[in-house]
């Protein structure tokens, strides 16, 4: 499994854009890249999904150069209700019959928004 | 479309005493997998299931186990609750297809007295 390396906390003030780098060295052909938001005493909450170059949906833009070897998580124009923790995870899952593979969390990213 | 569902979302036991918990995956999911969270440890994968078979497990004790329905819901026991066993025991679903990722609940806070 692709260990992946994350800041252990990032502030930010209200309004800016977030930029939240994961280093993933080892990352495998097949693996994606996949981020997720999490509150206290609440579940992990899906954000976005890559593979390569740029991903983006209505929340988030996922960066990921060439060699796959890091990828950036951007949030554009915080809010308060962005403070969070965000993992980064790497990983494949191929449905061949041969079995499935484990999520491994690292210890994310506590992003603190600032009035 | 409702998301995932666990029950219940707080429970509070004893040392000794066994516990079940139980999820609901999204209509649709045919893959369920649990984790544990505390404190100290992060998020850590306990097992996942799919269309009723275990197909992975992760590094905990035999006291933890799992089974899946053929509706796709899912239980989690735990046997002879120890007081480190206080955690927030979370249940993921996906859809069946490479790289789909999972929908996570909300938990269920597990305290052992």
């Known amino acids: 499994l692709a260990k992946t390396t994350q800041p252990i906390s990032m502030d930010s003030y209200e309004g800016q854009e977030v930029n939240i780098t994961c280093s993933h060295n080892n990352i495998a052909t097949n693996d994606y890249i996949t981020w997720y938001q999490q509150f206290p005493s609440q579940g992990p909450r899906f954000i976005i999904q890559?593979?390569?170059t740029k991903v983006t949906n209505e929340v988030a833009s996922l960066f990921i150069p060439a060699d796959r070897k890091s990828s950036t998580l951007s949030l554009p124009r915080v809010s308060l209700s962005d403070t969070a923790v965000y993992y980064c995870l790497v990983g494949a899952r191929a449905y061949s019959g041969a079995g499935s593979y484990q999520l491994t969390f690292g210890k994310g990213t506590k992003l603190s928004v600032i009035p | 479309k409702a998301g995932v569902t666990q029950t219940p979302r707080y429970l509070i036991k004893t040392r000794g005493q066994q516990v079940t918990l139980s999820c609901s995956p999204i209509?649709?999911?045919?893959?369920v997998s649990w984790y544990q969270q505390t404190p100290g440890q992060g998020l850590q994968f306990l097992f996942e299931?799919?269309?009723?078979?275990?197909?992975n497990k992760g590094n905990f004790p035999g006291r933890f186990s799992g089974r899946q329905f053929s509706n796709s819901r899912s239980e989690m026991n735990v046997s002879t609750l120890e007081l480190g066993d206080s955690a927030l025991y979370l249940c993921?679903?996906?859809?069946?297809?490479?790289?789909?990722?999972?929908?996570f609940g909300d938990g269920t806070r597990l305290s052992i007295l």
């Open positions: 299931y799919f269309s009723e078979t275990q197909r």
């Open positions: 209509s649709g999911h045919r893959s």
């Open positions: 890559g593979y390569k």
């Open positions: 993921a679903s996906s859809l069946a297809g490479e790289n789909q990722p999972q929908h």
